[in-house]
């Protein structure tokens, strides 16, 4: 005679391996089609913070200016302290009230702000030979245009600027003042 149960009650519940594989199957294939998607989009976040971030603090510099009566320095800067002689932005910035007009911050003088970026990950480079921006009493921007990209050094965000007139004011850009393409 035999003793197993028959009917409903002697079903196995569960998976079969078949079934199991064909699961691992397509979620590896969804997983390895979103990664590389939620990479651009998290790279395309930090590309518009940086730009936000750097507009956010031109405006400020140029508003400083004017309310003080002085010339205000925007500059790159690895201590938060002191000026780097370069064109890159990436480690941080600083801005300071410039007091003597030698765009460098020197005892005394004023800082009025330190940028200290949470992810290094976007280039920000100037216009070359443009080491700082600075911004005179009456909100102007002496000098040429200074341009500053935002660059992906891994190319697969279309880089983005900020143009800075002579009138002090910023403004956004995917191409250079000459509508030339950007480089990184």
């Given amino acids: 005679m035999d ?14 391996l078949v079934e199991t594989i064909t699961v691992l199957t397509v979620s590896l294939v969804i997983l390895a ?11 395309s976040n930090r590309m518009s913070a940086s730009v936000s971030t750097m507009a956010s603090h031109l405006h400020l510099a140029r508003s400083e200016a ?6 205000a320095v925007l500059c790159p800067s690895r201590d938060g302290r002191t000026c780097l002689s370069g064109s890159e932005w990436r480690e941080g910035y600083i801005l300071f009230a410039d ?4 765009r460098k911050r020197d005892d005394g003088e004023e800082l009025l702000r330190v940028h ?5 990950a976007i280039r920000i480079l ?3 030979g443009r080491k700082w921006i600075r911004y005179q009493p009456t909100g102007e921007a ?3 245009n200074v341009t ?3 660059c992906d050094p891994g190319k697969k965000i279309a880089p983005k600027a900020i143009i800075i007139s002579n009138t002090g004011r910023p403004r956004f850009s995917t191409t250079k003042p000459n509508g030339d393409p950007l480089e990184c």
């Fill in 116 to 120: 200290r970026p949470k992810s290094r």
């Fill in 148 to 150: 500053i990209t935002f």
């Fill in 66 to 71: 004017i309310k003080r009566g002085l010339r």
């Fill in 99 to 102: 007091a003597n007009a030698n």
């Fill in 3 to 16: 003793s197993r149960p028959r009917g409903p009650a002697s079903r196995q519940s569960g998976f079969s």
């Fill in 142 to 144: 002496p000098g040429s």
């Fill in 126 to 128: 100037t216009t070359n």
């Fill in 33 to 43: 089609a979103g990664v590389p998607a939620m990479r651009l989009i998290s790279t």
